[in-house]
C-alpha cells in the first residue's frame, strides 16, 4: 500500500513538474520582448530606455539655484512672523518642478526655536520670491538660516514660452473705516494663450528704502487667456513701516497637469 501511494505521488510531481515547464514556455513566448524604447525601467537600465544595455542616459548638469535675499518681517499677530526668500535660478534649460526647502529660526545662543520646511518650483532662469506666513518665534532674530534640500530638475528641449502675466494699476491703501487696517489692489492681465485653473498672486509691500515691511498672497480660479481681473489682498490689524512701494508676483505651476485648463488659439480674443 505505501509503495502504491509513493508511486502516485511521484506521477502527480512529475505531472505538476511538466505543467510548470509548460507554463513557463507560454509565458516566455508571450511575454513582451525588453527593448530600450518600451518606455520601462528594465534590464539593469539606469534610467527609463537608457544606461545598462541601453544606450548611456544623458547627464544633467545644472547649476545650484542661489538665495540672494532673506528675512522676515511682523504678520501683525503677536509671536509670529512673516518670511521671505529670494531664489534664483541660473540654467536657462532647466526648471525644477520641486525643491525642498527648510528654514530655521535661531536664538542668540544658536538653539533653533522656530522651524519650518516646504517645497517650490522654478522656471529656466526665473528669480521668485518665497513666502512662509506666520512662522512663532519670540522676536525678530539675526540669525535666521535658508536651506535647499532636493531639487527636481525638468529640461526645456522645445521652445518654452514663461506664462504671460502681467498686473497693472496697483496701489496700496490703508483702511480709514470698517473693519482691517490695510489693503492692496491691483489688476491682473492674462496675456498667455492659455486658461489657468490657478494663479497664487504674492504681495510684497516696501518701504522707501526698499526694505520689506509686509507680506500677503492670494489666489485667481479658472483665469482665462486675455480676461483681466482685480485681486485684492488685505491686512487685517496693523505693522510696523511705511509703505512706498507694492511689488507683485504672479506665479503658475506649470509642471501641474492640470494648472492648463486648454489653450487658446486666438489669445487675447477667449470668445473665439
Not at 524604447?37 to 544623458?58: A, H, L, R, Y
Not at 504672479?250 to 509642471?255: E, G, H, L, Q, S
Request: proline residues 4%; negative net charge.
Amino acid at each position: 500500500m505505501e509503495k502504491r501511494f509513493a508511486k502516485r505521488l511521484v506521477i502527480v510531481l512529475i505531472y505538476l513538474i511538466l505543467l510548470a515547464l509548460i507554463a513557463f514556455v507560454v509565458y516566455s513566448a508571450m511575454k513582451p520582448k525588453e527593448t530600450c524604447f518600451d518606455k520601462i525601467k528594465n534590464q539593469k537600465e539606469e534610467d527609463v530606455d537608457c544606461g545598462g544595455t541601453c544606450v548611456p542616459c544623458k547627464k544633467i548638469v545644472t547649476q545650484d539655484l542661489t538665495v540672494t535675499d532673506k528675512g522676515l518681517v511682523e504678520s501683525g499677530r503677536q509671536g509670529t512672523y512673516d518670511f521671505w526668500a529670494v531664489v534664483s535660478n541660473p540654467n536657462n534649460s532647466y526648471g525644477t518642478k520641486l525643491f525642498q526647502y527648510e528654514i530655521k529660526i535661531k536664538n542668540s545662543s544658536g538653539s533653533v526655536v522656530s522651524e519650518r520646511n516646504g517645497t517650490g518650483f522654478i522656471l529656466p532662469g526665473e528669480h521668485k520670491y518665497i513666502v512662509e506666513n506666520n512662522l512663532e518665534s519670540d522676536a525678530v532674530s539675526n540669525s535666521l538660516e535658508f536651506n535647499i534640500l532636493k531639487t527636481e530638475w525638468v529640461e526645456f528641449n522645445n521652445y518654452y514660452e514663461k506664462p504671460n502675466l502681467k498686473i497693472v494699476n496697483k496701489n496700496y491703501n490703508p483702511i480709514s473705516s470698517g473693519a482691517g487696517f490695510s489693503e492692496a489692489i491691483g489688476l491682473l492681465k492674462n496675456e498667455s494663450p492659455y486658461d489657468f485653473s490657478i494663479i497664487k498672486i504674492e504681495v510684497i509691500l516696501k518701504d522707501a528704502s526698499g526694505k520689506i515691511v509686509a507680506l500677503n498672497s492670494t489666489e485667481m480660479r479658472t483665469v482665462k487667456s486675455g480676461e483681466e481681473r482685480e485681486f485684492r489682498a488685505f491686512w487685517p490689524v496693523s505693522f510696523p513701516g511705511d509703505v512706498q512701494n507694492v511689488e507683485t508676483q504672479a506665479d503658475v505651476n506649470i509642471f501641474e497637469s492640470d494648472a492648463i485648463i486648454k489653450t487658446v488659439t486666438n489669445p487675447g480674443n477667449p470668445s473665439k
